[in-house]
């Protein structure tokens, strides 16, 4: 059974920081892309990074210069570094992987965590 689990939110002022992990934890487990997403209150999910699997990034204008998204192969963990945070960073953000179980391929996202950003 593939478990995710996010950490790392809270409530920081404008221009603060803070560190996103996703773990992943599981038997058989291959994780490839892994990406972050965020959905602030009566929006849509929207993409802010992505790292493949071999550690190239992509990420959403909005962020771009201020997030910083990496993995830890070792420890099936990515993190998203958020720095210079605005009052508009505000969502729940979400973990998503591809992953291979066995020689079965999935996609997971994980609960989600509040991050809430003062102005």
């Known amino acids: 059974q593939v478990q995710m689990v996010e950490s790392g939110g809270g409530l920081v002022q404008a221009g603060g920081s803070l560190r996103l992990s996703c773990a992943v934890s599981?038997?058989?487990?291959?994780?490839?892309?892994m990406s972050w997403y965020r959905q602030a209150p009566g929006k849509r999910r929207e993409f802010v990074a992505r790292?493949?699997?071999?550690?190239?990034?992509n990420y959403a204008d909005s962020v771009k210069g201020r997030f910083t998204t990496s993995r830890d192969n070792a420890k099936n963990t990515v993190y998203l570094q958020m720095n210079s945070l605005k009052p508009e960073d505000t969502a729940v953000y979400y973990c998503?992987?591809?992953?291979?179980?066995?020689?079965?391929?999935?996609?997971?996202w994980g609960q989600g965590t509040q991050v809430t950003v003062s102005s």
């Open positions: 998503n992987a591809n992953m291979k179980v066995g020689s079965t391929w999935f996609n997971y």
């Open positions: 599981g038997s058989s487990i291959a994780l490839d892309a």
């Open positions: 790292i493949s699997g071999g550690g190239n990034t």
